[in-house]
C-alpha cells in the first residue's frame, strides 16, 4: 500500500467519522467539532490529489513536485474554516451565557401565553410612552 492510498483511506475515515458526529451527538460544541473533522477530511483528501497530479508532473520532467491549485485550496481552506469555527464557538458561548443551556429549546404553550398575558414583562411597544 503506497502513501497515497494510506492518506486517502485516512482521509475518507476522518470524513466518515466527521459526518457520524454531525447526525448522531446532540450538543452543538459536539457539532462544532464534527463539523471540523469532515473539513480536515476534505482538506487532506485534496493534499492527497494535489500530491498525486504533481507526482505525474514530475515524473514527466517538468520538476514541479505538486500541483499547486489544490495547495492553494486547502491554505485557504484552513483560514476559512479557523474564521468559521471561531465565530462558532463565539456564538455558542454567547448563547450559553444569555440563555443559560447551548440548545435551542422550544418554549411550551404554558410560557407563551404567560408572556402574553403580561405585556409589561415583554417590553410591548403599547405600553412605550412617546
Do not use: W
Not at 460544541?29 to 498525486?52: D, E, M, P, T
Not at 484552513?78 to 444569555?98: D, G, K, N, P
Amino acid at each position: 500500500m503506497s502513501g497515497t492510498t494510506l492518506f486517502g483511506l485516512a482521509a475518507c475515515a476522518l470524513v466518515g467519522l466527521g459526518l457520524y458526529g454531525l447526525l448522531c451527538q446532540p450538543g452543538a460544541l459536539r457539532k462544532i467539532l464534527a463539523f471540523n473533522l469532515v473539513g480536515s477530511g476534505i482538506f487532506l483528501l485534496f493534499g492527497v490529489i494535489a500530491r498525486r497530479g504533481g507526482g505525474a508532473l514530475f515524473a514527466a520532467g517538468t520538476g514541479r513536485d505538486g500541483d499547486p491549485v489544490p495547495q492553494a485550496l486547502v491554505i485557504t481552506g484552513l483560514v476559512v474554516a479557523f474564521a468559521a469555527t471561531a465565530i462558532a464557538v463565539a456564538l455558542l458561548v454567547r448563547l450559553a451565557e444569555t440563555g443559560g443551556g447551548t440548545t435551542l429549546e422550544i418554549k411550551e404553550a404554558k410560557e407563551v401565553q404567560d408572556t402574553r398575558a403580561h405585556p409589561a414583562d415583554a417590553n410591548s411597544p403599547s405600553e412605550r410612552q412617546p
